[in-house]
């Protein structure tokens, strides 16, 4: 095994860490943990007489608050205490494929606690081409994106041909959760046209805000790695 340092602390987030050291093998009831990378783990193995390497971080995690302080500022931006972390353990080491983004933050005092406030820095999507086109910043400014994923009478038309493929719902069906389905559907179309069975994009935290903010409920399901079935 071989450790190597990040030339600097990195501030990343990840479906990992549950608190006191130990760590989910799942993240479809989690939300991303804020940490700082100290420094990388190459493991290496031999099977069948070939080398197979992996590259593991190693992470401080920022120990949580109480939600009525932690969304203090409304999602997708979060509080977190900035001079205590989570106990060493299991969660401290994590797969460098694990990691969903980076984040920017701020520091503040609030409520008398010293915090860091977070929000997510996406990896995954850049769009330089429909931003410049638009001359916008974020992609939730784009009229595309107004038009195809939050317009009712847009989505409306949508549910109809998912009715028609699925047939009807019934009368305890929550709709608004449906909703928030089509328009995420409706933004991967726009974006990438078609995904191939078992692809799956992860949607930038401003584009879900939005969406859930316009088709809001009590439970939400974050991100989901494919399942084999």
């Known amino acids: 095994m071989g450790l ?5 602390i990195v501030e990343a987030l990840a479906f990992w860490s549950i608190g006191n050291g130990q760590l989910s093998h799942t993240c479809s009831d989690l939300s991303p943990h804020p940490g700082q990378i100290v420094n990388f783990l190459e493991h290496s193995i031999i099977m069948n007489g070939t080398v197979k390497s992996h590259i593991l971080a190693k992470v401080t995690w920022f120990k949580g ?18 001079r205590q972390y989570e106990q060493e353990g299991p969660s401290m080491f994590i797969p460098v494929h694990r990691i969903k983004s980076k984040f920017v933050y701020a ?3 609030l409520m008398g606690k010293y915090v860091i406030v977070v929000c997510p820095r996406e ?4 769009l330089p081409a429909k931003l410049d086109e638009a001359r916008i910043t974020c992609i939730t400014m784009h009229e595309a994106y107004k038009v195809n994923c939050l317009n009712h009478h847009v989505l409306e038309l949508s549910f109809y041909e998912y009715l028609d493929y699925n047939g009807p719902i019934g009368a305890e069906e929550p709709v608004h ?7 995420y559907r409706r933004y991967t ?4 046209h078609r995904l191939g069975k078992k692809t799956r994009k992860v949607i930038p935290s401003c584009v879900v805000s939005a969406i859930r903010t316009r ?3 009590d439970e939400y399901t974050g991100f989901m790695y494919p399942r084999d079935y």
């Open 177 to 183: 959760e449906l909703y928030r389905y089509i328009a």
């Open 107 to 109: 520091t503040d005092i």
């Open 123 to 126: 990896r995954y999507i850049v």
């Open 189 to 192: 179309r726009w974006l990438w």
């Open 65 to 82: 608050l109480d939600d009525s302080i932690r969304y203090y500022f409304g999602k997708p931006v979060e509080v977190w205490h900035r």
């Open 215 to 217: 088709f809001p409920s």
């Open 4 to 8: 190597f340092w990040a030339r600097k």
